[in-house]
């Protein structure tokens, strides 16, 4: 039998007895659940408030009629009088103003003003109001990018399922070490099986475990949101989820040896999350390095070094690459020195694995399952 | 046939094997036996890669062993473990599967075994709901699913109860007559010596004695004598040096004595202290066999 028959039986006997586990369905109920109420409540919950500028001497009773039309298609207006133009598009760039519209004295066609993009409804209210003129001429301070605040949401949820992802299902397999280990099958199971090959087992069926939950939280996540119409899809979008996933599975995989090896040391379950917290310390650090430094400021320098590091490019490239800030030859450069990173990691950890998987005992340090393996 | 060659292995400063020498051949039911920290599980772990031996050669059938053919080998460790919340049919068909069944072939196996073992109606339970013994035949169930050409069992029968331990021997047996080369360890002396044509008896890394148990009995150089001669109490015996090791209940006498001994002088002694109600000269038994071995 091949040795590429037993990885392949080590992976499918993952895939089957984890994915048929209770707990394996509630979390990818929980998610689901959890996905599809974060992109949709928003729309129930908290009506949007809007402030309107008017520039120019306003038709008696037009603010009240503006607040109570706004009120009617669920928008909490609030109408000011502004006393210049110029004035109304400072307060604009500041954000004070959601939008101002331009009364000229001299009786000439009215004009709406955004600092972007146009807010709809707002836009909507205002133009069903005045019926002056058939189309009210609506003008942007700034040109606007469409998905700008898409690209900026994909980036922040990116990185949540990332990080969300690939520690859950390393910390699978941190346990899945720790059972085989305290229950002692491993002494049966690698009575045939290469200790190296059941580690990639066990990382591979685990691993497509996670690609089948995170490929269904992004398509439930893209549906709902796009159904709904909370948000139409940017065309960079089959791009930013091809480096969700290619990004989870070279994430996935590093951080899933590193526990899996620092779990064959542990002797107790009680031990496993002990033993994994350098590893659980690093992911996390490298998380909130992503979502506080990182999506800040996507071009600046430490988000172009993180981009390097192995622990740290699986959760910083593809919140770049859904901003839009990133080079090509940066994400090929990145592949590869993950790829090696991987490889380095599971040349060292496999023999690591090997020398203290069969130990029974204390709780071994990473030097003595390093110099057993030698002479296992 | 497995052949153990000069297999040596250090922990440390701890010597656990010192030059073990030994063979298993097709159809030979060998009991490995030995006081504990001898060598025993080294030697099973070596053989399944579990342990890599410092020197030394481990052949199957003339050529060393290597992953394929281990997986002609069955196994199981002294300290039991299968997967609790795997289903004990999917287990078995797993194991099966890993030592090169295809999966039909491994279904088929599987269900032939649970009828043997006797867990027909059990293939959907989890291994954690079932009882101790019968998780104990699981584990033996994981060691024969695919029929291997060599089963190899650390303490087989610790734990079980007399009916277990009855099973074990006749699913053994069984095998043996099939043509598998079996070996497993025990420190039930009596058991081995009820259930096994030959043994080997390990001790600090070193094999002390192997072969079939009646030869090695009769090889000794020693012979147990037991003598009850009618109301004499243990008078006749006093100047007899070559009865040693002399132990007394009431008219018996227990000895050891030197297997050319000359019995017909002893004899002589006992009937003229009186009526003699019982005689035995035997070859020392296994469990004796083992203490004069072991004993330092």
């Known amino acids: 039998m091949s040795r590429r028959r037993a990885i ?117 209210v205002v133009q069903s109001t005045i019926f002056a003129t058939p189309q009210l001429a609506a003008r942007e301070l700034v040109p606007a990018d469409p998905n700008q605040g898409v690209a900026f949401a994909f980036a922040n949820a990116g990185v949540v399922l990332l990080f969300i992802s690939i520690f859950t299902f390393g910390t699978w397999l941190l346990t899945g070490v720790v059972e085989e280990k305290t229950s002692r099958v491993v002494e049966v199971v690698l009575s045939t099986v290469e200790s190296r090959d059941l580690l990639i087992g066990k990382v591979l069926g685990i691993g497509i475990l996670g690609i089948v939950q995170l490929t269904l939280m992004v398509a ?74 990182a999506l800040q400021d996507p071009d600046g320098t430490p988000a172009r070094i993180a981009t390097f590091l192995p622990p740290v490019s699986p959760m910083v490239i593809p919140l770049r690459a859904a901003l839009g800030a990133i080079e090509p030859w940066e994400i090929a450069l990145a592949v590869a020195l993950m790829l090696a990173a991987i490889w380095i990691l599971f040349v060292i950890g496999g023999r690591v694995y090997s020398g203290a998987i069969l130990q029974t005992g204390a709780r071994m340090r990473l030097r003595d399952a390093w110099r057993l393996a030698r002479g296992r | ?85 795997m289903k004990i049919a999917d287990q078995l068909s797993y194991f099966a599967q890993q030592h090169g069944l295809s999966a039909r072939a491994a ?32 584990q033996l169930g994981a060691a024969l699913v695919h029929d291997p050409e060599l089963l190899v069992l650390d303490e087989p029968f610790s734990g079980l109860d007399p009916l277990g331990a009855e099973t074990m021997s006749a699913i053994l047996r069984e095998r043996a007559a099939a043509g598998v080369g079996v070996v497993f360890s025990s420190h039930q002396l009596d058991l081995v010596e009820d ?60 000895a050891l004595v030197p297997v050319d001994v000359d019995l017909s002088a002893i004899l002589a002694a006992a009937r003229a202290g009186g009526e003699i109600r019982r005689f035995s000269f035997q070859p020392p038994t296994l469990s004796e066999l083992f203490m004069e071995i072991v004993r330092p």
């Open chain 2, 107 to 138: 279904g088929a196996a599987t269900t032939r075994w649970l009828g043997s073992l006797g867990l027909g109606d059990r293939a959907g339970a989890k291994l954690e709901t079932l009882s101790h013994g019968n998780q104990q035949r699981i």
């Open chain 1, 8 to 124: 392949w039986l080590v992976a499918r006997r993952e895939l089957i007895e984890r994915g048929r586990s209770r707990a394996f369905l509630l979390s990818l109920l929980l998610t689901v659940a959890l996905i599809s109420l974060g992109v949709f409540l928003p729309s129930l919950i908290g009506r949007d408030r809007a402030t309107l500028g008017i520039v120019g001497p306003p038709p008696a009773g037009l603010a009240q009629v503006l607040e109570a039309r706004a009120d009617a298609s669920g928008l909490s207006l609030v109408v000011v009088d502004v006393p210049s133009i110029e004035e109304a598009e400072a307060r604009l760039r500041d954000g004070k103003l959601d939008a101002a519209l331009e009364l000229p004295a001299d009786g000439s066609a009215p004009e709406f003003v955004v600092k972007t993009t146009s807010n709809s409804p707002l836009y909507g």
């Open chain 1, 220 to 293: 439930i996540g893209l549906g709902v949101g796009v159904g709904t119409g909370r948000f139409s899809l940017p065309p960079s979008t089959p791009n930013a989820v091809a480096m969700l996933l290619l990004w989870f599975v070279l994430g996935y995989a590093f951080y899933s040896t590193a526990l899996g090896v620092l779990g064959a040391l542990a002797s107790r379950m009680e031990e496993a999350s002990n033993a994994a917290s350098p590893v659980s310390l690093l992911a996390t650090a490298a998380y909130l390095f992503s979502l506080v430094v």
């Open chain 2, 1 to 85: 046939m497995l052949e153990i060659q000069d297999l040596t292995k250090r922990y440390g400063a701890v010597v656990a094997l010192d030059g073990a020498t030994f063979t298993v051949r097709p159809g030979r039911l060998v009991g490995f036996l030995g006081p504990n920290g001898a060598g025993k599980t080294t030697t099973m772990r070596c053989i399944f890669h579990l342990a890599e031996p410092d020197s030394g050669t481990i052949a199957w059938k003339g050529a060393p062993i290597d992953r394929v053919t281990r997986l002609r080998f069955g196994y199981m460790p002294e300290q039991r473990g299968l997967y609790p919340r």
């Open chain 2, 195 to 254: 259930v096994c044509e030959d043994v080997v008896i390990i001790n600090r890394g070193r094999i002390a004695a192997a072969g079939p148990i009646d030869e090695l009995r009769a090889a000794s150089t020693r012979r147990h004598l037991e003598i009850e001669v009618a109301g004499n109490g243990n008078a006749w015996i006093a100047g007899r040096p070559e009865l040693q090791n002399v132990q007394t209940r009431g008219d018996l006498v227990r």
